[in-house]
């Protein structure tokens, strides 16, 4: 498989070793830091086949860490992967893996650098490391967010049940122009949900935050999933959005959401406050506390 | 696990963010290259337990990736660990994995950056990457040796049924004292074995070779194996010594040898030649052609 990827590699101007030595080597920018992230899929855990395709995996794979970077405001340069392959995956699945995580490098501008395959008698467990550069100043983190900032989150929620964790689109250069629009205080990726995670950063920053449930933009895929809980619910508590949720000055959120510098959508859904509670405005002006987790027996 | 190891976590100074945000950052040189190694261990491929204990591979699955920094003459600088986790593995023997890759980072000064454990119904899986520094100049590469050129090697080959493969110590200041000599041309370190490794530096850089048998540095661990090969047998078709094979000037590898930088054996043991045939004078002066996989049949 090494030969075959080999094969395969795209040249990449940054790339000056590539696989076939001991190390990759990267000419590398001008930076004060270097961004690292790092993920593991594993068969059964975080995919199941068929339901997902060996591209969707290879996909996958990449995507996750490029939305932990876009999370930091950072710009992806590198990823090396390291497969364990399966006998059955040997082959043609193999090569399909892979082409799904060549396609997303290549769409997104990262050199391939290298990788380790090897044989398992378990199930495929696929991990992948990119690195890239910090945004001028240093990476967003999730501590910054202060009383008063706009929550604002890009795309829509809730989608991930109907495959959307498969497909989806890391938001490199969303969050490069949210740094670039300044006061961005604070930014994580959706993965646990938004819920949860909203709570890794509130809890980062030593703030709380009041959500508006009216202003929580919907996947309307979730419809589908016909599992008799709301469109609400599932934005709330489903993982593996992938979007940006970030904590923003409300000067610049309100020019931000006027006149959007991107096409996604970007949505101010709330306000950080004062002390460390998240609780939701409901449409009948209720006020809900929004735990981390079993959030459907508040409101469902 | 995250929890556990974020609160056994050395600081180290170039780490301004380490885990629990969306990607670890880490303060970089001023460097035009980057390197990148990657190796995944996977149980009952790579090691059997008990045979291995839970600190060694820890210590095996970091090691491994600075002996390919090591063989580019590079200087690692970062680390992160996936681990996909029977669940036999979780607790105690999860945390004596990652004390012994913890120890080795600290004895290297690595800095151990961010992770991701996941859990498995299969084998225990085991990724790590590491990024470094290339020398000034750039990397060295397996592809730059010269006829005439010496063959030296570092400490003793043929160790690794000894359990060496498991305890060895990745060779990161001997190569940068042997870049700092000059007139190093290539280098690789011997994973696959003494044979198949030189081969491949050889084919690399589309030269041949002669090495001297007397000349081996053979490990005294290797009569234990007790399987009725010779040392010399051991020492040229085993892998996963982890010295360094390097391609030196003869002027500098003359003063190397009279004079080393370093404690650890340093030794000629053959020369670059024309052509593209790897061969070995025996005590009795025959000459051998040392193919890269089956020597045992030639002079076993």
Redo the contacts between chains.
């Keep these: 498989m090494i030969d075959w990827i080999r094969r395969q590699a795209d040249p990449h101007p940054r790339l000056?070793?590539g696989i076939?030595?001991?190390?990759?080597?990267?000419?590398?920018p001008?930076?004060?830091?270097?961004?690292?992230?790092?993920?593991?899929l594993?068969e059964?855990?975080?995919f199941r086949c068929p339901e997902a395709t060996p591209e969707q995996i290879g996909r996958k794979s990449l995507a996750v860490n490029l939305?932990?970077?876009a999370?930091?405001a950072?710009r992806p340069i590198?990823a090396?992967?390291?497969?364990?392959l399966p006998r059955s995956w040997h082959g043609e699945p193999a090569q399909r893996l892979h082409s799904g995580l060549t396609d997303l490098a290549r769409e997104t501008g990262v050199a391939l650098?290298?990788?380790?395959t090897?044989?398992?008698?378990?199930?495929l467990?696929i991990?992948v490391?990119v690195?890239?550069e910090?945004p001028p100043g240093?990476?967003v983190?999730?501590?910054g967010a202060q009383p008063g900032d706009r929550v604002l989150v890009t795309g829509h929620l809730g989608g991930s049940l109907d495959g959307h964790h498969l497909d989806f689109t890391p938001r490199l250069s969303e969050a490069v122009a949210l740094f670039e629009a300044g006061g961005l205080h604070a930014m994580?990726?959706i993965s646990d949900g938004l819920a949860t995670d909203l709570h890794h950063l509130l809890y980062?920053s030593g703030v709380g935050a009041r959500l508006i449930a009216a202003h929580i933009p919907l996947n309307q895929l979730t419809e589908r999933a016909g599992d008799g809980r709301t469109r609400l619910a599932h934005a709330i508590a489903d993982g593996e959005d992938f979007e940006l949720l970030a904590a923003v000055t409300p000067d610049v959120a309100a020019r931000l959401i006027a006149d959007p510098p991107f096409a996604t959508p970007l949505t101010d859904i709330g306000q950080i406050v004062e002390g460390s509670d998240l609780d939701m405005l409901m449409p009948d002006d209720r006020v809900v506390p929004l735990p981390p987790l079993g959030f459907e027996h508040e409101v469902g």
Excluded: F
């Design positions: 000056e070793v076939g030595d001991d190390a990759a080597s990267v000419s590398w001008d930076t004060d830091s270097t961004l690292i992230a790092v993920d593991m594993v059964g855990v975080h939305s932990d970077i999370a930091m950072g590198a090396v992967v390291s497969v364990a650098a290298g990788g380790d090897t044989s398992t008698d378990g199930p467990v991990s490391t690195i890239g910090s240093g990476p983190l999730r501590s994580i990726d980062a």
